[in-house]
């Protein structure tokens, strides 16, 4: 069975639906799609199994792509990617961890399905443009175009790269020790002054409605959120989407995922995740490949 070329690229697949898409769930569903046609496909006529099982895959995300794009029109507050829980080795790879980040993943968000498709092909898993053509079905000179303009786009709004994990594991720790002990000070020395903290509770958790901006505002905000919780608040550092994050638990429970974005020293960006069906596959980790 471990010949079968689906069970060798699996998770290629997977993180390739990921990237599409930003939801875990509806990745996995993607991928199990890809099986069902995979299982009807005559192996002898695929010359390259792995570029035929990305075409699949693509196609089936960007089919996935329209419809989450109504759904989200009704989602209430803001959205934002699924959390995924990673391993370290994640981030030896800089150009997949920043790829997967939740900070890119929301600028992905901006583009259309066809340039999010050919951009990451294109970029992330190096795809030929005459297969990018095949699996989005225009014409390679047309991929070469949206590839310019989606890569123009993502330039425009990319977070820069952060490379020292140890520096952001470093403030991460800082942060949430300053959050648990509601320590105001604390907060405003490790957020960037223009700080944007955005928090996705879906209507289902308590969240803000709109992204909170400044360091004042934003440490406000935590230190008056973490006081009038009820219950017991606990956390732990981990490796969420290619890079140290948080797990906040409420009275033993998962409440939050909290993804963030290190520069010079200070977060820039916080994504706090609390809707609780984009929390139900925290709890194992993901296994990414490129």
Do not use: C
């Amino acid at each position: 069975m471990s010949d079968d070329p689906f069970v060798r690229h699996r998770s290629l697949l997977f993180t390739v639906a990921y990237e599409m898409l930003g939801s875990a769930a509806d990745a996995e569903d993607v991928v199990q799609e890809t099986w069902l046609r995979w299982a009807d496909v005559d192996r002898e006529q695929v010359r390259d199994a792995r570029a035929y099982l990305v075409r699949i895959v693509t196609r089936q995300s960007l089919n996935r792509l329209r419809t989450l794009a109504r759904r989200r029109e009704d989602y209430v507050g803001e959205w934002l990617p699924e959390p995924l829980l990673t391993s370290p080795d994640v981030a030896e790879d800089v150009e997949l961890a920043e790829s997967v980040s939740m900070a890119m993943l929301t600028v992905l968000e901006t583009l259309g399905p066809t340039e999010r498709a050919v951009f990451v092909l294109r970029e992330v898993f190096d795809v030929p443009f005459d297969e990018i053509a095949e699996a989005v079905g225009k014409s390679p000179a047309a991929v070469r175009q949206v590839a310019h303009r989606a890569r123009g786009h993502v330039a425009a709004r990319r977070p820069r790269v952060q490379v020292d994990r140890t520096e952001q594991e470093r403030v991460v720790e800082r942060f949430l020790a300053s959050v648990l002990t509601g320590d105001l000070q604390g907060l405003l020395d490790v957020l960037a002054p223009d700080v944007i903290a955005v928090a996705d509770g879906g209507g289902l958790a308590r969240a803000a409605r709109k992204p909170v901006v400044g360091a004042e505002r934003v440490a406000a905000f935590l230190v008056g959120g973490v006081r009038k919780t009820p219950g017991v608040l606990t956390a732990a550092t981990v490796w969420l989407n290619g890079a140290p994050g948080l797990l906040l638990e409420l009275d033993g429970e998962l409440a939050t995922a909290v993804a963030v974005t290190v520069d010079g020293g200070r977060i820039t960006h916080l994504f706090a995740v609390a809707n609780p069906h984009k929390l139900e596959r925290v709890a194992a980790e993901a296994v990414l490949a490129r």
